[in-house]
């Protein structure tokens, strides 16, 4: 059973940082890229960024390039976003996704993702 878990959201001022991580378990974790996408209240979901299975592929939307990034350890199956320089409009549920096709690339539809964790709230103060 493939289990992927979110951590690290939280409350943080405009200008500050947070690092999530996901967790992933049942699954080999260097086949799948990893992907991040996140939800705010009354819009749809959106693609943050994503990470080929074996970490030499990444991708990022337009509004949080130089502000955040994306990294893997394969050896912990874990996946990691870290956003800096966070401003309101960052605040959403972000969600990590697996896609089994992502060893050597990365998707940004949803649609693409086999498997989801729960999401972790991140929410910006102004």
């Known amino acids: 059973q493939v289990q992927l878990v979110e951590s690290g959201g939280g409350l943080v001022q405009a200008g500050g940082s947070l690092r999530l991580s996901c967790a992933a378990s049942?699954?080999?974790?260097?086949?799948?890229?990893m992907g991040w996408f996140r939800q705010a209240p009354g819009k749809e979901r959106e693609f943050v960024a994503a990470?080929?299975?074996?970490?030499?592929?990444?991708y990022y939307t337009d509004s949080v390039k130089g502000r955040f990034t994306i990294s893997r350890d394969n050896a912990k199956n874990t996946v990691y976003l870290q956003m800096n320089s966070l401003k309101p409009e960052d605040t959403a549920v972000y969600y990590c996704?697996?896609?089994?096709?992502?060893?050597?690339?990365?998707?940004?539809?949803?649609?693409?993702?086999?498997?989801w964790g729960q999401g972790t709230q991140v929410t910006v103060s102004s």
């Open positions: 990470i080929s299975g074996i970490g030499s592929v990444t």
């Open positions: 049942g699954l080999t974790f260097s086949l799948y890229a």
């Open positions: 996704a697996a896609d089994a096709s992502g060893r050597f690339k990365v998707e940004v539809a949803g649609e693409q993702y086999d498997y």
